[in-house]
């Protein structure tokens, strides 16, 4: 085989497996920790191995120091504060820290088109289109 890049198909069967490897590391925690921990590993050297991104839906779900699996509750606690989401591994005690930012400006956007639209039509209101003295640039 070459040097270099791996082939695309080679990427998408080592994508579907960290997947798979994590889906069985979620079902298997409550029967089974270790195996768990164990899928986890699997997972993340299959995503070393072949230079692939874990997805953002299961980076959170384990352990960067440990790489054990975490389960909110159960082996690990979640809080929030100061714009971050904290995640503390009770096999280590390790913290990990997540910033919620993009949640943030979501919720704010969302609550500003709310806001800028009028009740019971998409007709958007313009925001900052009044002059100082109270009636808009168009009436003139």
Not at 29 to 47: C, G, K, Q, V, W
Not at 76 to 92: L, S
């Amino acid at each position: 085989m070459r040097r270099g890049k791996r082939p695309r198909w080679m990427l998408k069967i080592a994508e579907e497996r960290i997947d798979i490897l994590f889906r069985m590391a979620d079902r298997e925690f409550s029967a089974n920790p270790h195996r768990s921990h164990r899928y986890t590993e699997l997972a993340r050297n299959i995503a070393m191995k072949y230079r692939v991104r874990i997805p953002r839906e299961w980076r959170r779900r384990f352990c960067r120091k440990c790489y054990s699996f975490l389960k909110p509750g159960a082996n690990c606690t979640v809080r929030i504060a100061d714009g971050k989401v904290n995640f503390r591994c009770h096999e280590c005690g390790h913290i990990m820290r997540f910033p919620y930012i993009r949640e943030k400006k979501d919720r704010r956007r969302n609550k500003i088109e709310s806001h800028t639209t009028k009740e019971g039509t998409d007709e958007q209101i313009t925001v900052g289109a009044h002059n100082k003295c109270g009636e808009s640039q168009s009436d003139r």
